[in-house]
Protein backbone atom coordinates (compact mmCIF):
# COMPACT_ATOMS: atom_id res chain seq x y z
CA UNK A 1 0.00 0.00 0.00
CA UNK A 2 1.40 3.39 -0.78
CA UNK A 3 1.55 6.07 1.28
CA UNK A 4 -1.74 8.64 1.28
CA UNK A 5 -0.90 12.32 -0.24
CA UNK A 6 -2.32 15.09 -0.22
CA UNK A 7 -5.53 15.73 -2.19
CA UNK A 8 -4.24 19.43 -3.07
CA UNK A 9 -0.47 18.66 -4.61
CA UNK A 10 -0.21 19.28 -7.92
CA UNK A 11 2.35 18.42 -10.35
CA UNK A 12 3.42 22.26 -10.52
CA UNK A 13 3.92 22.24 -6.84
CA UNK A 14 5.66 19.47 -6.47
CA UNK A 15 8.10 20.10 -9.49
CA UNK A 16 8.77 23.57 -7.74
CA UNK A 17 9.63 21.38 -4.57
CA UNK A 18 11.97 19.16 -6.31
CA UNK A 19 13.45 21.51 -8.76
CA UNK A 20 14.22 24.11 -5.04
CA UNK A 21 15.29 20.98 -3.01
CA UNK A 22 18.13 18.23 -3.20
CA UNK A 23 17.15 15.02 -1.70
CA UNK A 24 19.38 12.90 -1.01
CA UNK A 25 19.32 10.81 2.43
CA UNK A 26 16.02 8.61 2.23
CA UNK A 27 13.99 8.01 -1.17
CA UNK A 28 10.34 9.49 0.34
CA UNK A 29 7.14 7.96 -2.20
CA UNK A 30 5.35 10.97 -4.27
CA UNK A 31 2.64 11.10 -6.35
CA UNK A 32 2.75 11.19 -10.00
CA UNK A 33 5.10 8.63 -10.24
CA UNK A 34 7.93 10.44 -8.57
CA UNK A 35 10.18 9.75 -5.71
CA UNK A 36 13.29 11.64 -4.03
CA UNK A 37 17.08 10.02 -4.13
CA UNK A 38 18.43 8.15 -1.85
CA UNK A 39 17.80 4.92 0.40
CA UNK A 40 14.81 3.10 -0.40
CA UNK A 41 13.70 1.77 3.71
CA UNK A 42 10.37 0.20 2.62
CA UNK A 43 12.37 -3.41 3.84
CA UNK A 44 13.15 -2.10 6.79
CA UNK A 45 9.78 -0.57 7.86
CA UNK A 46 8.02 -4.30 6.91
CA UNK A 47 10.96 -5.73 9.80
CA UNK A 48 10.08 -3.45 12.22
CA UNK A 49 6.75 -2.48 12.05
CA UNK A 50 3.26 -4.73 12.17
CA UNK A 51 1.03 -4.02 9.67
CA UNK A 52 -1.35 -2.61 12.10
CA UNK A 53 -0.02 -0.14 14.79
CA UNK A 54 -3.63 -0.13 16.18
CA UNK A 55 -3.10 3.52 17.56
CA UNK A 56 0.16 3.21 18.86
CA UNK A 57 2.51 6.08 19.55
CA UNK A 58 5.56 6.36 17.65
CA UNK A 59 8.50 9.00 18.34
CA UNK A 60 11.60 8.56 15.60
CA UNK A 61 14.80 10.32 16.77
CA UNK A 62 16.71 11.41 13.74
CA UNK A 63 13.78 11.16 11.69
CA UNK A 64 14.96 13.18 8.36
CA UNK A 65 12.58 13.63 5.89
CA UNK A 66 10.08 11.55 7.89
CA UNK A 67 9.67 8.60 6.12
CA UNK A 68 9.42 6.26 9.22
CA UNK A 69 6.68 8.33 10.74
CA UNK A 70 4.44 8.48 7.70
CA UNK A 71 4.90 4.72 7.47
CA UNK A 72 4.02 4.56 11.40
CA UNK A 73 0.80 6.37 10.16
CA UNK A 74 0.09 4.79 7.01
CA UNK A 75 0.23 1.73 9.38
CA UNK A 76 -2.48 3.23 11.40
CA UNK A 77 -0.32 4.49 14.17
CA UNK A 78 -1.75 7.40 16.66
CA UNK A 79 -0.17 10.52 17.64
CA UNK A 80 3.29 10.24 15.17
CA UNK A 81 6.36 12.67 16.45
CA UNK A 82 9.74 13.02 14.21
CA UNK A 83 12.39 14.95 16.08
CA UNK A 84 15.54 15.89 13.49
CA UNK A 85 18.30 18.15 14.56
CA UNK A 86 19.68 19.43 11.44
CA UNK A 87 18.25 22.70 10.34
CA UNK A 88 18.78 22.13 6.73
CA UNK A 89 17.13 18.27 6.75
CA UNK A 90 14.10 19.42 9.29
CA UNK A 91 13.64 22.52 6.45
CA UNK A 92 13.02 19.88 3.52
CA UNK A 93 11.07 17.73 5.86
CA UNK A 94 8.94 20.85 6.61
CA UNK A 95 8.65 21.46 2.73
CA UNK A 96 7.52 17.57 2.35
CA UNK A 97 5.07 17.82 4.44
CA UNK A 98 2.68 19.48 2.16
CA UNK A 99 2.47 16.42 -0.23
CA UNK A 100 1.30 13.78 2.38
CA UNK A 101 -2.20 13.48 3.90
CA UNK A 102 -1.40 12.31 7.14
CA UNK A 103 -0.69 14.36 10.10
CA UNK A 104 2.76 13.70 12.05
CA UNK A 105 4.05 16.21 14.53
CA UNK A 106 8.42 17.23 13.28
CA UNK A 107 10.38 19.14 15.86
CA UNK A 108 13.77 20.60 15.10
CA UNK A 109 15.14 19.17 18.24
CA UNK A 110 16.80 16.42 20.44
CA UNK A 111 14.71 14.12 22.20
CA UNK A 112 15.70 14.74 25.70
CA UNK A 113 13.75 17.80 25.56
CA UNK A 114 10.66 15.68 24.82
CA UNK A 115 11.65 12.49 26.77
CA UNK A 116 12.05 14.48 30.06
CA UNK A 117 7.76 14.77 29.76
CA UNK A 118 6.24 12.05 27.19
CA UNK A 119 6.74 8.48 27.04
CA UNK A 120 5.72 6.81 23.39
CA UNK A 121 5.07 3.65 22.74
CA UNK A 122 7.44 3.00 19.84
CA UNK A 123 10.66 4.93 19.79
CA UNK A 124 12.87 4.74 16.78
CA UNK A 125 16.46 5.49 16.46
CA UNK A 126 17.73 4.55 13.24
CA UNK A 127 21.36 4.87 12.03
CA UNK A 128 21.59 7.73 14.74
CA UNK A 129 23.55 6.27 17.68
CA UNK A 130 26.82 6.30 15.74
CA UNK A 131 27.29 9.63 15.31
CA UNK A 132 26.69 10.80 19.01
CA UNK A 133 29.20 11.32 21.73
CA UNK A 134 27.55 8.95 24.32
CA UNK A 135 25.87 5.89 22.93
CA UNK A 136 25.64 3.77 25.98
CA UNK A 137 24.38 7.03 27.99
CA UNK A 138 21.84 7.93 25.39
CA UNK A 139 20.26 4.44 25.08
CA UNK A 140 19.80 4.27 29.09
CA UNK A 141 18.38 7.78 28.93
CA UNK A 142 15.57 6.19 26.33
CA UNK A 143 14.65 3.39 28.05
CA UNK A 144 12.59 4.78 30.63
CA UNK A 145 10.61 6.43 28.35
CA UNK A 146 9.68 3.62 25.88
CA UNK A 147 6.25 1.85 27.03
CA UNK A 148 6.24 -0.82 24.26
CA UNK A 149 9.56 -1.09 21.79
CA UNK A 150 13.02 0.63 21.09
CA UNK A 151 13.98 -0.06 17.68
CA UNK A 152 18.13 0.32 16.89
CA UNK A 153 19.87 0.22 13.89
CA UNK A 154 23.58 0.81 14.32
CA UNK A 155 26.63 -0.14 11.94
CA UNK A 156 28.77 -3.21 12.52
CA UNK A 157 32.64 -3.52 12.32
CA UNK A 158 31.54 -4.75 8.97
CA UNK A 159 29.92 -1.56 7.49
CA UNK A 160 31.58 -0.51 4.84
CA UNK A 161 33.18 2.95 5.93
CA UNK A 162 34.94 0.66 8.64
CA UNK A 163 35.90 -1.96 7.54
CA UNK A 164 38.24 -0.86 4.41
CA UNK A 165 40.43 0.44 7.32
CA UNK A 166 40.76 -2.87 8.41
CA UNK A 167 42.42 -6.11 7.20
CA UNK A 168 40.16 -8.22 5.26
CA UNK A 169 39.23 -10.82 8.10
CA UNK A 170 38.87 -8.81 11.14
CA UNK A 171 35.67 -7.28 11.23
CA UNK A 172 33.89 -10.63 10.88
CA UNK A 173 36.40 -11.70 13.86
CA UNK A 174 35.32 -8.46 16.09
CA UNK A 175 31.83 -8.68 15.43
CA UNK A 176 32.08 -11.92 17.53
CA UNK A 177 33.40 -9.82 20.64
CA UNK A 178 32.09 -7.47 23.05
CA UNK A 179 33.32 -4.41 21.59
CA UNK A 180 32.70 -0.80 20.41
CA UNK A 181 34.72 0.24 17.70
CA UNK A 182 35.96 4.33 17.41
CA UNK A 183 36.36 5.45 14.25
CA UNK A 184 38.70 8.60 13.25
CA UNK A 185 36.45 11.76 12.37
CA UNK A 186 39.28 13.14 10.16
CA UNK A 187 38.04 9.79 7.91
CA UNK A 188 34.93 9.68 8.04
CA UNK A 189 31.47 11.58 9.83
CA UNK A 190 30.79 8.23 11.69
CA UNK A 191 32.28 8.06 15.57
CA UNK A 192 31.28 4.74 16.34
CA UNK A 193 30.77 1.02 15.56
CA UNK A 194 29.22 -2.33 17.16
CA UNK A 195 29.34 -5.65 17.89
CA UNK A 196 25.94 -7.24 18.29
CA UNK A 197 27.04 -8.48 21.53
CA UNK A 198 28.45 -4.68 22.80
CA UNK A 199 24.77 -3.62 22.07
CA UNK A 200 23.28 -6.68 23.90
CA UNK A 201 25.38 -6.09 27.29
CA UNK A 202 24.46 -2.11 27.14
CA UNK A 203 20.64 -3.36 27.14
CA UNK A 204 20.69 -6.14 29.01
CA UNK A 205 23.74 -6.72 31.21
CA UNK A 206 24.78 -3.37 32.67
CA UNK A 207 20.66 -2.62 33.39
CA UNK A 208 18.66 -4.51 32.82
CA UNK A 209 16.18 -1.71 30.44
CA UNK A 210 14.61 -4.52 28.45
CA UNK A 211 12.62 -7.75 29.10
CA UNK A 212 13.91 -9.23 25.96
CA UNK A 213 15.83 -8.14 22.90
CA UNK A 214 16.32 -9.78 19.92
CA UNK A 215 18.53 -8.43 16.50
CA UNK A 216 17.97 -8.97 13.02
CA UNK A 217 19.92 -8.16 9.98
CA UNK A 218 19.20 -4.57 8.64
CA UNK A 219 18.64 -4.43 4.78
CA UNK A 220 21.37 -2.13 4.88
CA UNK A 221 25.02 -3.78 4.55
CA UNK A 222 27.25 -4.23 7.65
CA UNK A 223 24.16 -2.85 9.96
CA UNK A 224 21.87 -4.77 12.49
CA UNK A 225 19.07 -3.72 14.18
CA UNK A 226 18.07 -4.55 17.45
CA UNK A 227 14.42 -4.65 18.43
CA UNK A 228 13.89 -4.39 22.01
CA UNK A 229 10.82 -4.83 24.15
CA UNK A 230 9.21 -3.92 27.66
Known amino acids: MAFDFSPTITPEVLQAILAGEKFVYQRMPLPFGLATQGEDRAETANLIFEEDLGGASVLDIGCCYGYFCYEAKRRNAGRVVGLEVDADRFRQARKLQEVYRHRIELQNDSFTSILAEESFDYVLLLNVIHHLKNPASTLRTIAPSVRRRFI ?79
Request: hydrophobic share 40%; glycine share 2%.
Open 152 to 230: VEFPTFLDRRFRKSLPRLLPRLLNRLPLIGVASLEKTDQTYVFSKEAIRRILMDHDRLYASVRFIQSPIEGRLIAVCSK
